[in-house]
């Protein structure tokens, strides 16, 4: 390549090679080293952060217990139509993996997998496993469905079938409130059992209110700091920076301390006679308490950006708008407000995507009503250990704070961001 | 800020009133942190001020729940966890970070927008999923309920900051500063710690102040993650308010509040070293 182009007249290095080639050479040794500086990183973050929360997510979607423990089921299933009961052959493989299934020891795999999908199927596997081990021969169809009257059941075998796949979209399906009957349409649950959806939209109403609430005080304290004297306002930063800087779990204990019924500020209105001793206020373990926490926790995550666009608003934009005659009220919502645009936007996504996410305060403050989204992930991780609803709910939960995070990086930029 | 001498009765009204509602969003923001600090003094087992400590009794206030925490073996324990898990994962992601910044601030770093959302993500992910998805990966791997696991999962979860701190420092880096150097014949290698390093150190100090408090401050990962032995203070505290909040809790509050004041200091006289270095003495 490099003789080709390499005429008379050309400039070179010292060593005869064509100037344009050398410096791509040092060019291109110089991405490397820079890729090489990253490359550790990338490498541990993706291993040990990107790929597990994609594995924690895509269980969500992954249904491998139908297929592997029952693959005889599986198998002659296949050409079933689903009008009427299957024939013996797939009652024949039923005994066998159920047999295998015991013996093995993970058949409960099966039960726990079916029984999200239509309540009392645990003991419709369980029950008729310990049985079918004691079938001597066949045919077994009618022998297994005097064992259980489930087998006899259509709806029953189209539920295997539909989840013998190795993906399966039920408990998607299930997270956003609705289910697939027998004929394989997908319809919303009963009434009561819909729980996420609602929850998902409570997560973002919350979210949507502490953002709203943490503008509203932020705004004219982070006007006052970027519009003080540089000693001053560094002296009132330490109020906005010392909670930053303070323990969740600390912010969190004293929003307790200070909200329940026996607590200084519920003390205080007693002493004042504002409310009598039995008129308490019950201001925390419901949603008044988190949204008072967690807009305490999240101010400063506001104020910053806010401080840092308005401290780059020279103080002549209203002083002219003054001098030609508006008035301050107007100068300031028709000038000054409109250039602190990018920080009310920084300020917010930050908020929100921080707050959509929340679990410890919650947690903590929430009772039943103050709950969000994240505290249902954690009960189908750690109680009912649902994890394939929990990878679905997450997922779901991922792409939302996702497509905010997009919307911050496009607005703002991540790497303009700053901390302290 | 200050009113004009020519300011009218409305511009006064409206001066004043804008300060009183500064100094209520401001005692918001404070108060709440200070309020713990008298409480934890408490001589009863209550979290409210008691008659005897409103009038400034002193068989009113004790020590008693701090002797309690200094003498609780479990306690102390787990601020030992909390320390050493803290600063290994602060050691381990400031070399990384940092090692990764000075890469991607380099001009030739191809798909710089991509690897840094990449490096960044677990700040942005919500923690519940991170904890879920790490606590699946680290059982496989056989770490989790080892003091390794915790460190390596919180220095992922610290690295962004990192990240984003040094960055940030480089980007107003003066790369004349390193070219001058070299043509006045330094090695690379004298280059980098003689020029680059002291010049970054503020932003690298304070990315590792960051990843720390993010270890030490770290809760959701931990419930996952930690075993029984690898219990650390916010774990501690977690159990602790969920099950029976004692007032032992708030004399750790108050230590952890005396932790931030120092963290914070730190930081400040950073900035101020910073911003003297590059000629903006603040006024």
């Known amino acids: ?420 | 800020m200050a009113i004009p001498i020519y300011a009218g009765k409305l511009e006064r009204t409206w001066y004043y009133s804008y300060r009183v509602i500064c100094t209520l969003i401001f005692l918001f923001l404070i108060l709440p942190i200070l309020i713990i600090i008298p409480l934890s003094f408490n001589v009863q087992p209550y979290f409210t001020f008691t008659p005897e400590m409103m009038s400034l009794d002193p068989a009113g206030y004790s020590l008693r729940w701090y002797e309690e925490f200094f003498a609780s073996e479990v306690w102390m324990k787990s601020i030992k966890n909390s320390f050493s898990v803290a600063i290994a994962s602060t050691i381990l992601a400031t070399t990384l970070g940092t090692l990764a910044a000075l890469g991607l601030s380099r001009p030739e770093m191809p798909y710089r927008a991509l690897i840094m959302s990449i490096l960044i993500s677990p700040m942005i992910v919500p923690l519940i999923i991170s904890a879920a998805g790490m606590f699946f990966f680290y059982s496989s791997v056989n770490l989790a309920g080892s003091f390794l696991g915790l460190i390596l999962a919180h220095t992922a979860l610290g690295i962004p900051f990192v990240v984003i701190t040094v960055t940030a420092t480089l980007s107003g880096f003066d790369y004349s500063l390193t070219r001058a150097a070299a043509s006045l014949g330094a090695s690379p290698r004298t280059v980098f710690f003689k020029i680059m390093l002291p010049l970054v150190t503020p932003g690298v100090i304070s990315g590792a102040l960051f990843a720390f408090i993010t270890s030490f401050d770290e809760v959701v990962v931990a419930i996952f993650i930690a075993g029984p032995e690898q219990r650390t203070i916010p774990l501690q505290m977690w159990g602790g308010i969920r099950e029976q909040i004692s007032p032992t809790i708030l004399a750790v509050a108050t230590i952890l509040v005396a932790i931030s004041i120092m963290l914070l200091t730190v930081l400040e006289l950073l900035r101020r070293r910073s911003e003297k270095q590059r000629g903006l003495t603040p006024g």
């Open chain 1, 1 to 420: 390549m490099a003789n080709t182009y390499s005429k008379v007249g050309e400039m070179t290095t010292n060593d005869g090679v064509p100037l344009k080639v050398s410096l791509r050479r040092s060019q291109r040794k110089l991405k490397l080293w820079a890729f090489l500086l990253v490359a550790p990183l990338l490498v541990f973050i993706l291993v040990s952060f990107i790929i597990p929360v994609v594995n924690m997510t895509m269980r969500g979607v992954e249904n491998p217990q139908v297929a592997n423990i029952m693959p005889n089921v599986v198998e002659t299933l296949e050409n079933w139509q689903g009008t009427e009961l299957p024939d013996e052959a797939v009652y024949a493989a039923l005994v066998t993996d159920l047999t295998m299934g015991r013996k093995n020891k993970n058949i409960g795999k099966v039960a726990t997998r079916l029984n999200y999908e239509r309540s009392g199927m645990r003991r419709v596997i369980t029950g008729s496993a310990r049985k079918a081990a004691k079938l001597k021969e066949g045919p077994y169809k009618e022998q297994m469905i005097k064992i259980n009257k489930a087998w006899g059941d259509i709806g029953v075998w189209s539920l295997i079938k539909r989840e013998s796949g190795t993906f399966t979209s039920s408990y998607l399906i299930s997270s956003v409130d609705r289910k697939t009957n027998d004929a394989g349409e997908v319809v919303a649950k009963v009434e009561s059992k819909q729980i996420y959806v609602n929850l998902f939209g409570k997560t973002l109403l919350m979210s949507f209110s502490i953002t709203i609430i943490c503008i509203v005080l932020a705004f004219p304290i982070a006007y006052l700091l970027a519009t003080l004297p540089l000693a001053k306002s560094n002296l009132l930063m330490i109020l906005v920076l010392l909670p930053f800087w303070t323990s969740l779990l600390v912010r969190t204990t004293t929003w307790i301390v200070l909200l329940q019924s026996q607590g200084v500020i519920n003390d205080l209105l007693v002493w004042m006679h504002i409310i009598d001793e039995d008129g308490r206020l019950q201001m925390i373990y419901n949603q008044t308490g988190t949204i008072i926490a967690m807009t305490h926790i999240l101010l400063p995550f506001m104020v910053l950006p806010l401080y840092s666009v308005m401290k780059t608003i020279p103080p002549t934009y209203m002083r002219a708008a003054l001098s030609l005659g508006a008035n301050p009220v107007t100068a300031f919502i028709k000038v000054y407000i409109p250039m602190t645009v990018s920080g009310i936007g920084a300020g917010s996504l930050l908020v929100f995507i921080l707050s959509i996410g929340y679990y410890i305060t919650p947690a903590l403050v929430g009772g039943q009503s103050g709950l969000l989204i994240s505290n249902m992930i954690a009960y189908h991780m750690q109680n009912s250990l649902n994890w394939g609803l929990a990878g679905a709910l997450g997922f779901i939960l991922l792409v939302i704070v996702l497509i905010f995070y997009a919307l911050f990086n496009k607005v703002i930029g991540i790497d303009k961001m700053k901390m302290g």
